[in-house]
């Protein structure tokens, strides 16, 4: 257990030596100069040292005062650098964002007008936060795919990736059934190799193999299958807004969800920071939407 010394003493006593006056101690503490007296009194009391030899008009410190007071004057700056920090944090109007670049082109960065619509103050910037990258505390926030479990991080969800092929509207013409999947080109992303066959798995088709070409990032591969090169496995939200539009299809209902979901996460930290309480109100909001737009699509390609 912390044993702390006499704090209201030490304080006084670091004020009245810097100002080498009881008097203009007292007016920076807001006390009376025989308060800050007594309360030096009782400091020497305690430790056993005498701090200041007491003359007519002037106060001296003592060899014991100077070394007290030369180790005590940066603790007291440090406090208050460290106190302005925490309080210029908690208005702070810069949101530093760690994400995906695809999550961030396929998703957020069109939605980013509306928010700064509603949040003009916000100074919005983003870093390269993808799912092998660690998480820097720089960033305010950051959002990410996976089960929700990051030690020391608040996560809180955002929606579902769920998996479904999504191709050109020409490619699509090829495809009536899930099995002419063999004779197209499958694209594949590096780090998600377990994607099309679980998809296949679902529709019982576990014979089918994607070889196309393989890129590192979503992005890629979906652009690939915006410009007719293949089938790409689709993940939500990043085929969201070009499923909507038409850029893309989704030849069959069928999906099957990746396992894991989209999180908001940060530190607890950051939590009461005002940029980050209009975003996190506002990406809420925004996700929550999405989900409703893709649920009712959905429902809409069911029937």
Not at 43 to 51: A, I, K, N
Not at 218 to 229: C, F, R, T
Request: charged share 25%; hydrophobic share 45%.
């Amino acid at each position: 257990m912390r044993k702390l010394p006499f704090l209201n003493g030490i304080r006084a006593f670091e004020a009245a030596a810097r100002a080498e006056s009881f008097a203009k101690a007292a007016g920076e503490l807001n006390v009376t100069p025989a308060a800050v007296s007594r309360m030096v009194q009782l400091l020497e009391e305690r430790t056993g040292v005498p701090l200041f030899e007491r003359k007519a008009n002037r106060l001296t410190l003592t060899a014991a005062g100077r070394a007290y007071q030369g180790g005590l004057t940066p603790i007291f700056d440090q406090l208050a650098n460290l106190a302005a920090q925490v309080t210029a944090l908690a208005g702070s109007r810069v949101l530093t964002i760690g994400v995906g670049p695809t999550f961030a082109t396929r998703w957020l960065i069109p939605r980013l007008a509306d928010f700064q619509r509603r949040e003009p103050e916000v100074e919005v910037r983003f870093a390269t936060g993808g799912a092998t990258v660690p998480y820097n505390d720089e960033w305010t926030c950051g959002v990410r795919l996976g089960d929700g479990n990051w030690p020391g991080f608040a996560a809180e969800r955002l929606f579902a990736a769920d998996l479904r092929p999504v191709c050109s509207p020409v490619t699509a013409k090829r495809l009536r059934t899930p099995e002419d999947f063999a004779q197209v080109t499958l694209l594949r992303v590096a780090h998600a190799a377990d994607e099309w066959p679980r998809w296949f798995d679902a529709v019982a088709l576990p014979k089918v193999r994607a070889r196309g070409p393989e890129f590192e990032f979503y992005g890629q591969a979906l652009q690939a299958a915006a410009d007719g090169v293949g089938v790409a496995m689709g993940i939500s939200p990043y085929v969201d807004d070009d499923l909507n539009a038409g850029r893309l299809i989704a030849p069959f209902a069928q999906s099957v969800s990746k396992g894991e979901h989209w999180y908001l996460i940060y530190r607890e930290g950051r939590r009461d920071e005002a940029a980050f309480q209009a975003f996190r109100a506002w990406i809420v909001r925004a996700a929550a939407r999405s989900q409703a737009r893709r649920r009712a699509d959905g429902n809409r390609r069911r029937k």
